[in-house]
């Protein structure tokens, strides 16, 4: 395994402001009216700086052909830049599409982001003009309104954690409009939010804090400071001695969409005693639209941007027990998951981008040297960065930063078949070890920006056949911290047999058509090559079942043809362990040498993994000295985190 840099310093600092006018004159090359440019602060360290500049289009039509001019204060210069290209003259920085197109759709968004160092008139652009106009979107150069917000009111401290502080305060007025306000503390700009609620990270426990907020418009005017407060944080762990983080790898797929029909929140984690047994948390998922960039829901319609930062949690719902408003500038599963790891210092959060359904574009974004490094920008911009688009009020540059540790790869699958929509290319396998170089090139940058550390990981497949078309194991390996094998999926009711979906060593009466095994999945990556310490076993939390199935000749539906997919609680053929365990009428069955288990009642047969063959399987991979154990999905679990006990038991054995 690669190298990892080690206790590096975390960078703080967030600004969003409106820019100020435009530099002198120049012909405008497309008409910009209800265009404005803003510029972020997305972090700050000792030799320099994180910075972005958005687009927001707020015409009826689209914008394709635009360019920013900066200038930047005294000391200050812009030294790399992604998702655009550069170019200097004096002082001036021009900043114009990429060579792959950027067009700005109408009521949309585009940003830019970049590094650079800064001198004693800080960050903030001097000047600036989108095709000649005023970014503020002042009619004339210079604007009219000189007019700043008054000071805002009412600032008070709405709670504090070990590491947060929660600010809320009445809105100002401005004879124009408030745009936003800015946090500041000891003198720096320390969170921007464009409502009026704030929640400071990244503070030392047990600290006292001074705070201030003011206002500023589209025209970069900037009110006086409101009058300060002190917030002093709380005690790490709630003073609590901290607990050892576990010592195997056990990694949880957190669902987006499980806060809703399943019920099963951030913080059941909390309630059920399931995160302080896992180290990882994979959130699923992350996806990729048809330009081959990460996008969030309320860009393109697709997804759901509400669960993952627009949902606001009641107190009884919350990790921290504190109730979120509709305007605070993060909320949503990425609130609950950056309190959950402030609960639980050990645990990191990875974003997965794909799976089954949100695979399709891989193949089109991975194809060239170009569109793999707009890939990677994107995804590294929105959920390393955190510069997330503005969703009801929450949301905006830089609200997420800090969430996520890392990307986790679920390309289903390159070069072989997945869902049906998706593209399969036959330079699909070469494509994907040259997507991984550039995703661990851009996170070792990053590293370097932010000094913190970020991991890259992946879900790979169990079929054979599907690793030898679609990955070159010892080119991967060196760019992954670990990696994940499916262990399950190996039938289900796509199939007309009832058979085992999870068994660890094959069958010899297994019909097919496929015949699988995790021993022979873990055997063929051993055979390309992959450490089995570098290994991570899928588990499901979750059964596949038929109907219509016979008895047979040992009365137990096993390797009996069925007549079609057992109904389930949202899909046919698959439910819930949670489900399937408190099912009546039927008889438990099970075969301790495949490690799996099943219940029949005569026509149903359901293939599961209860509390003993998940130890059975946790047993299994510590034999074979792999790295630990994953989970498809953590929502399947129970109320009192059995599955997840069973497996943390066995592992402490």
Same mark, same amino acid.
């Given at each position: 395994m690669r190298a990892r840099l080690r206790n590096r310093i975390a960078a703080l600092a967030a600004a969003v402001v409106a820019l100020p006018i435009a530099l002198s004159p120049v012909p405008a090359a497309a008409d910009t009216t209800g265009v404005t440019v803003t510029y972020v602060e997305t972090s700050r360290w000792e030799t320099g700086y994180g910075g972005q500049l958005t687009i927001d289009n707020g015409s009826d039509a689209p914008l394709s052909d635009w360019t920013i001019e900066v200038r930047l204060p005294s000391g200050t210069a812009i030294t790399s830049l992604w998702n655009a290209t550069l170019s200097q003259?004096?002082?001036?920085?021009?900043? %114009?599409?990429?060579?792959? *197109?950027? +067009?700005?759709?109408?009521?949309?968004?585009?940003?830019? @982001?970049?590094?650079?160092?800064? *001198?004693? @008139?800080?960050? =903030? #652009?001097?000047?600036?003009?989108?095709?000649?106009?005023?970014?503020?979107? !002042? +009619?004339?150069? @210079?604007?009219? +309104?000189?007019?700043?917000?008054?000071? #805002?009111?009412?600032?008070?401290?709405?709670? /504090?954690?070990?590491?947060?502080?929660?600010?809320?305060?009445?809105?100002? !007025?401005?004879?124009?409009?408030?745009?936003?306000?800015?946090?500041?503390?000891?003198?720096?700009?320390?969170?921007?939010? !464009?409502?009026?609620? %704030? /929640?400071?990270?990244?503070?030392?426990?047990?600290?006292?804090?001074?705070?201030?907020?003011? %206002?500023?418009?589209?025209? &970069?005017?900037?009110?006086?400071? !409101?009058?300060?407060? /002190?917030?002093?944080?709380?005690?790490? &762990?709630?003073?609590?001695?901290?607990?050892?983080? #576990?010592?195997?790898?056990?990694?949880?797929?957190?669902?987006?969409?499980?806060?809703?029909?399943?019920?099963?929140?951030?913080?059941?984690?909390?309630?059920?005693?399931?995160?302080?047994?896992?180290?990882?948390?994979?959130?699923?998922? *992350?996806?990729? &639209?048809?330009?081959?960039?990460?996008?969030?829901?309320?860009?393109?319609?697709? @997804?759901?941007?509400?669960?993952?930062? *627009?949902?606001?949690?009641?107190?009884?719902?919350?990790?921290?027990?504190?109730?979120?408003?509709? &305007?605070?500038?993060?909320?949503?599963?990425?609130?609950?998951?950056?309190?959950?790891?402030?609960?639980?210092?050990?645990?990191?959060?990875? =974003?997965?981008?794909?799976?089954? /359904?949100?695979?399709?574009?891989?193949?089109?974004?991975a194809l060239t040297a170009e569109s793999r490094e707009r890939m990677v920008s994107s995804c590294v911009d929105q959920f390393l960065r955190g510069n997330l688009p503005l969703f009801d009020g929450a949301g905006g540059a830089g609200s997420a930063y800090g969430v996520f540790d890392g990307i986790d790869l679920d390309w289903e699958w390159p070069g072989s078949a997945g869902h049906e929509h998706n593209t399969v290319r036959p330079e699909d396998k070469e494509n994907f070890t040259a997507l991984v170089s550039e995703f661990r090139d851009q996170l070792d940058a990053l590293e370097g920006e932010t000094s913190r550390e970020y991991e890259l990981t992946a879900f790979l497949p169990a079929d054979p056949e599907k690793i030898e078309l679609g990955f070159e194991m010892p080119s991967l390996m060196s760019d992954f911290d670990f990696i994940t094998v499916q262990g399950y999926d190996y039938h289900g009711g796509w199939e007309s047999v009832a058979n085992h979906q999870s068994n660890l060593v094959e069958h010899p009466a297994d019909p097919g058509p496929d015949v699988y095994s995790t021993e022979t999945t873990v055997q063929a990556y051993l055979d390309r090559g992959v450490d089995p310490a570098d290994m991570v076993l899928g588990v499901p939390f979750y059964g596949r079942g038929w109907t219509g199935v016979e008895p047979g000749p040992n009365g137990d539906g096993l390797f009996q043809s069925a007549t079609g997919p057992a109904p389930g609680s949202y899909e046919a053929g698959i439910d819930d362990w949670k489900v399937l365990k408190e099912l009546q009428g039927y008889e438990l069955h099970r075969d301790d040498e495949l490690g799996t288990a099943w219940l029949y009642d005569g026509s149903t047969f359901w293939t599961y993994d209860d509390e003993i063959s998940m130890a059975q399987k946790t047993d299994w991979a510590q034999s074979q000295n792999l790295g630990g154990v994953m989970i498809w999905s953590v929502d399947g679990d129970d109320a009192d985190g059995s599955l997840m006990t069973a497996i943390d038991t066995a592992l402490d054995d």
């Open positions: 003259s004096g002082g001036t920085y021009t900043i %114009a599409p990429p060579s792959w *197109g950027a +067009d700005v759709p109408a009521g949309g968004s585009y940003s830019v @982001g970049f590094n650079g160092t800064y *001198g004693d @008139g800080g960050t =903030i #652009p001097v000047d600036c003009a989108i095709n000649g106009n005023p970014c503020s979107g !002042s +009619d004339e150069p @210079g604007g009219e +309104d000189t007019e700043p917000p008054a000071a #805002p009111s009412g600032l008070t401290v709405a709670g /504090t954690t070990a590491t947060t502080a929660s600010l809320e305060w009445a809105a100002a !007025s401005d004879d124009v409009g408030v745009a936003g306000y800015e946090v500041l503390s000891g003198g720096e700009v320390v969170r921007a939010v !464009s409502g009026t609620t %704030a /929640t400071v990270t990244g503070l030392t426990p047990e600290t006292g804090y001074t705070f201030t907020v003011r %206002a500023y418009d589209t025209s &970069n005017n900037r009110g006086p400071e !409101s009058a300060p407060v /002190t917030a002093t944080t709380g005690a790490e &762990n709630g003073g609590e001695e901290p607990t050892d983080p #576990p010592a195997e790898r056990r990694v949880a797929y957190f669902t987006q969409w499980g806060i809703y029909d399943r019920g099963y929140l951030v913080n059941d984690l909390v309630t059920s005693g399931t995160a302080e047994k896992l180290t990882h948390i994979n959130y699923a998922f *992350g996806n990729i &639209n048809a330009n081959g960039e990460c996008f969030m829901a309320n860009q393109l319609g697709q @997804g759901d941007a509400w669960a993952d930062y *627009g949902r606001s949690f009641g107190a009884a719902d919350s990790v921290d027990g504190v109730a979120d408003t509709w &305007n605070q500038d993060l909320r949503g599963n990425f609130n609950q998951l950056r309190e959950l790891k402030e609960m639980y210092p050990h645990l990191k959060v990875n =974003i997965s981008l794909g799976g089954w /359904t949100w695979s399709e574009h891989f193949s089109d974004a």
